[in-house]
C-alpha cells in the first residue's frame, strides 16, 4: 500500500465516515464552498488518475458502476471528463433513476446531456460482459456511508467487478467496506465468498483526507495504492477538527533522535542503558532478538538479565550486550526469587524490556505482577509478561513507570478476554479503549500496527512486509521501542519511530531474501539501513 497526495497540514490525518461528512458541511456552511463544487472536484479527481495511466496503459475503454449516492454522483463527474478526453465511456447505473436526488442527480442529467452511455438494467449479466472487454473500471457503486451486510443485487456487482480482472480505480472508498474499520460488509465464510465482500482495487482516489478503514486490515488489502485528493476544502477546516487518527511519519525517526549528527566526542553513555528481563529454557532467542533491536537502534549500553543457568549460553549467543545471571525459578525461569536482583538492575538503568522468552510458570507470572507493580523507570511489557497482566490488568494502572504494552491480536484477546478476530474488527478502536483505560501506550501488532496512548490519540502505520510473519521480529520491535525509551524519548514518539523503522527493515529484508526466506535476524541486521531509508524518505 502506498499513500499520496497529501497537503501539508492534513497529510498525517486519518477520518472516520461521519468526521468527513462533517468537514464536507464545514466546507460547504462555513466557508461557502458549493456541495455540487466539491462532487466536481471529487470526480475530476478521478478522471485525472484515470488519465495518468493512458500514456503507460493504453486505456481507452472505461467502466463506471455507479450507485444512486453521492458516490455514483462522483462516478458520473468522473465519466463526464473522460468522455471529454475522448475514451470509450459506459455507466452502469445500480439503482433506480426515480431514487437519484441532490447533487448526484444534478450529474446524472448532466451525464445524460451529454450524452454519455448509461445503462439502467441492473443486469449482472449485461455489467460482466462489459467489465471482461473494458481496459479499467471505476468503482462508484457505495461510498464511505455504507453500512450493514451487502444487499444480493450489490454483491453480484462487487463479484462481477472483481472476477473480471479488469484493473479498478475505486471512489473515495472501495464499495463493501467500513470505512471506519475496514472490514467487509459483505459475508465471508468460504473463500469464494470473497470475490462479494469488497471490491478489490488497484487504485483508491479518496478525498479530503485518507479514511480509517483504508489504511487498517483488511481494507488497506482492498484499497490498494491510496490518491488523497484535495477536493477544495479550505485547509483552516482541518486544524480544529477532530480525527480518529494520524497515519506514521517517515520523519518519526527524525523526532526520535535518529536523524541527529552524533557529537565528535559522543560516548555510550549518551544513548540510554536498556534492561532486556528476557529468557527461558528453550527460548533464550527471544532475549537474544530483544537485544539486537536495541543495539541495532542505537542504545548505548545493553545488559540483558537472564536466569542464571542460562548465562552462559547468552555469552555465546551475544557479543555486544553485556549479561547478567540472576536467580531462578524451578522450571530455570524468573520467578520469585529473580525479583530483588532484577529490580535492583532496572531501577538504576533507563529503560527495560520485560517479558520476552519468560514462559508461563506460575513462579514466573508471580514474578511478573509482581515486578510491574514495583518498576520505577520506563518499561515494555512484551510476550509471555502479557500472559501474565492478564491474570491482573490493574497492575498497569498501579505501576507508576510509564509502560508501552506491545500486544499480538491473540494477546490483546487474552488481555480483554475475548477472541482475536474480535479484536481484528476494530483494531483502532480496541487499542484507543484500552490505552485510555489502562493508562498505558499500545502498540497492537500486526499489518497496519495501531500505536495508541492514554490520551486516546492514536496512530497507524503503513510500513512492513508480510516476511515478517515469522517468529522473533516482535522481539526485535520490544527492543527497538525499548532501546529509543533508553535514549530519552517519551512512550508514544519511541514506539512511532520503532514501529515505522521495523516495518521498512522488514520491507530491506524481504526484498533482499525474499518474503519466505526471511527470519527475525535478518529484520534485525536491516535495521541500520532502515533508519537511513527513512531519513531520506522523509516528507
Request: charge should be neutral; hydrophobic fraction near 45%; charged fraction near 20%.
Amino acid at each position: 500500500m502506498k499513500l499520496v497526495g497529501y497537503s501539508d497540514c492534513s497529510r498525517t490525518l486519518l477520518v472516520t465516515a461521519e468526521q468527513m461528512r462533517e468537514l464536507d458541511r464545514v466546507a460547504t456552511e462555513k466557508y461557502g464552498v458549493p456541495s455540487l463544487l466539491l462532487m466536481e472536484n471529487a470526480g475530476k479527481a478521478v478522471a485525472n488518475e484515470v488519465l495518468r495511466r493512458i500514456g503507460t496503459h493504453g486505456l481507452r475503454r472505461v467502466i463506471v458502476v455507479a450507485g444512486p449516492g453521492n458516490n455514483g454522483g462522483d462516478g458520473f463527474v468522473a465519466a463526464r471528463h473522460l468522455q471529454a478526453a475522448l475514451l470509450d465511456v459506459t455507466v452502469f447505473y445500480w439503482g433506480d433513476r426515480a431514487s437519484a436526488k441532490g447533487d448526484a442527480l444534478t450529474n446524472l442529467e448532466l451525464a445524460e446531456k451529454e450524452g454519455i452511455r448509461i445503462d439502467y438494467t441492473r443486469s449482472v449479466k449485461r455489467l460482466s460482459k462489459a467489465a471482461n472487454r473494458s481496459d479499467l473500471i471505476i468503482d462508484a457503486l457505495l461510498g464511505t456511508g455504507a453500512k450493514g451486510e451487502l444487499k444480493p443485487d450489490y454483491a453480484d456487482a462487487v463479484r462481477a467487478v472483481n472476477f473480471s480482472g479488469v484493473p479498478v480505480i475505486a471512489v473515495d472508498i472501495p464499495s463493501g467496506l467500513n470505512a471506519d474499520t475496514g472490514q467487509v460488509l459483505g459475508p465471508v465464510e468460504r473463500f469464494e465468498d470473497v470475490g462479494k465482500a469488497a471490491v478489490k482495487a488497484e487504485t483508491t482516489v479518496t478525498f479530503g483526507l485518507a479514511k480509517v478503514g483504508l489504511v487498517t486490515w483488511p481494507g488497506a488489502w482492498y484499497a490498494g495504492d491510496i490518491v488523497v485528493a484535495d477536493i477544495g476544502i479550505p485547509e483552516d477546516a482541518f486544524q480544529p477538527r477532530a480525527s480518529a487518527a494520524r497515519l506514521i511519519r517517515a520523519d518519526c525517526a527524525t523526532l526520535a533522535g535518529l536523524g541527529r549528527r552524533r557529537n565528535e566526542d559522543a560516548h555510550k553513555g549518551d544513548f540510554g542503558h536498556v534492561a532486556i528481563v528476557a529468557g527461558s529454557v528453550g527460548m533464550t532467542g527471544a532475549a537474544t532478538l530483544a537485544a539486537m533491536g536495541a543495539l541495532r537502534i542505537g542504545t548505548g549500553l545493553v545488559t540483558v538479565l537472564v536466569p542464571e543457568s542460562l548465562n552462559d549460553i547468552m555469552e555465546v549467543k551475544l557479543t555486544e550486550a553485556m549479561t547478567i545471571p540472576v536467580p531462578q525459578g524451578k522450571a530455570r525461569a524468573f520467578g520469585m526469587a529473580s525479583l530483588d536482583r532484577v529490580l535492583e538492575h532496572v531501577s538504576k538503568w533507563d529503560a527495560a524490556v520485560i517479558g520476552p522468552g519468560f514462559g508461563r510458570d506460575e513462579d514466573t507470572i508471580d514474578f511478573t505482577l509482581n515486578l510491574i507493580s514495583k518498576l520505577t523507570r520506563p518499561a515494555i511489557i512484551d510476550a509471555d509478561a502479557l500472559y501474565a497482566v492478564s491474570r491482573d490488568p490493574g497492575v498497569l494502572r498501579r505501576c507508576r513507570a510509564p509502560l508501552v504494552i506491545t500486544p499480538h491480536p491473540g494477546e490483546m484477546a487474552t488481555l480483554l478476554g475475548t477472541k482475536a478476530d474480535q479484536v481484528q474488527s476494530n483494531r483502532l478502536e480496541t487499542a484507543r479503549a484500552f490505552a485510555k483505560k489502562h493508562r498505558v501506550t499500545v502498540v497492537l501488532k500486526g499489518a497496519g500496527t495501531v500505536v495508541a496512548e492514554p490520551s486516546g490519540t492514536a496512530y497507524v502505520n503503513t510500513t512492513g512486509s508480510p516476511g515478517m510473519a515469522t517468529g522473533g521480529t516482535g522481539d526485535v520491535l520490544s527492543g527497538m521501542i525499548g532501546g529509543l525509551l533508553a535514549q530519552g524519548n517519551e512512550p508514544v514518539r519511541a514506539a512511532n519511530a520503532a514501529v515505522y523503522i521495523h516495518g521498512v527493515a522488514g520491507e530491506i529484508a524481504a526484498k533482499k531474501l525474499s518474503e519466505p526466506a526471511m527470519i527475525a535476524s535478518d529484520l534485525a541486521d536491516c535495521i541500520g539501513d532502515a533508519i537511513l531509508e527513512v531519513q531520506r524518505e522523509e516528507f
